[in-house]
C-alpha cells in the first residue's frame, strides 16, 4: 500500500524543546512538504524540498528546521524558538513534473506545547 | 499572489438533500484548482482536480466542481448527502508546486 505516514500522532512539549516530527513517503514522489494547520484558517508552507540533499523555505519558516537525507524521508525539526508552536503539522508529496502536481497528504500529528 | 476565499465558514444541510460548497480565486494565469476534504483529525483527501480541458470535472464519492472562469469560481457540488460527507472541505489554487493556496475551509454539518 503506498501512501505517507507521520508520527507520532500526538506530541506534547514542553517550553524551550525541540522536537521532530517524522514524515515518510512510499509513493516514488520527488518533492515532500510540511504545512502548519490553525483552526479556522488554510494550510501554510513551512518548507518543502524538490530532492534529496535541497530544501527551501515556505511562507512560514521561522523556529523551524528540515533535512533531506533520503528521498522518502522529510523530518520537521520545531526548535524553541517557534513561539506559537501548538498546532496541526501535515506532511505531503507529490510529483514534480507539472506546474502544479497533485499533492497527497499524510495523517498529521497534532503538537502541544504544555 | 494567488488567493482562495472561501466564504462559507459552516454549512449544514439534511441528508439526502444537495449540497453546494463555493470557492472564489485570485490568480492571473489559468490556474491549477483542487477540493480536499478533511474528517477531524485527519489528513485531506484529494476529492477532485482542474488542470485544463472539460470545465466540469467529476471527483471521488460522487462530487463533482465546476470551474468557470468569468466568476473565478471553482464550486462542488454533490447532487444528495450523506452523514458520511460531514467534515471539511478545502479548496486551493495552485501556482506551482511550491506555491498552492488554500482556502480557510468550510465545515459541513448533515442533519438526519
Known amino acids: 500500500d503506498g501512501g505517507i505516514t507521520q508520527s507520532p500522532k500526538y506530541l506534547f512539549r514542553k517550553e524551550g524543546q525541540n522536537v521532530t516530527l517524522s514524515c515518510e513517503q512510499n509513493l516514488n514522489h520527488d518533492a515532500m512538504y510540511w504545512y502548519r494547520q490553525d483552526p479556522g484558517q488554510g494550510l501554510r508552507l513551512i518548507y518543502y524540498?524538490?530532492?534529496?540533499?535541497?530544501?527551501q523555505k515556505g511562507d512560514i519558516a521561522e523556529g523551524y528546521s528540515v533535512s533531506r537525507e533520503k528521498k522518502e524521508s522529510f523530518p520537521l525539526t520545531v526548535t524553541s524558538a517557534q513561539k506559537n508552536p501548538t498546532a496541526f503539522y501535515l506532511c505531503?508529496?507529490?510529483?514534480?513534473?507539472?506546474?502544479?502536481?497533485?499533492?497527497?497528504f499524510g495523517p498529521g500529528t497534532r503538537l502541544t506545547v504544555l | 499572489a494567488q488567493s482562495v476565499t472561501q466564504p462559507d465558514i459552516h454549512i449544514t444541510v439534511s441528508e439526502g438533500a444537495s449540497l453546494e460548497l463555493r470557492c472564489n480565486y485570485s490568480?492571473?494565469?489559468?490556474?491549477?484548482l483542487f477540493w480536499y476534504v478533511q474528517s477531524p483529525g485527519q489528513g485531506l483527501q484529494l476529492l477532485l482536480k482542474?488542470?485544463?480541458?472539460?470545465?466540469l470535472v467529476q471527483g471521488i464519492k460522487g462530487f463533482e466542481a465546476e470551474f468557470k472562469r468569468s466568476q473565478s469560481s471553482f464550486n462542488l457540488r454533490k447532487p444528495s448527502v450523506h452523514w458520511s460527507d460531514a467534515a471539511e472541505y478545502f479548496c486551493a489554487v495552485g501556482a506551482g508546486n511550491n506555491d498552492m493556496r488554500f482556502g480557510a475551509g468550510t465545515r459541513l454539518t448533515v442533519k438526519p
Open positions: 490568480y492571473g494565469a489559468t490556474p491549477y
Open positions: 505531503a508529496s507529490s510529483g514534480w513534473r507539472e506546474k502544479t502536481d497533485t499533492q497527497y
Open positions: 482542474y488542470f485544463s480541458g472539460d470545465t
Open positions: 524540498s524538490q530532492i534529496v540533499n535541497d530544501f
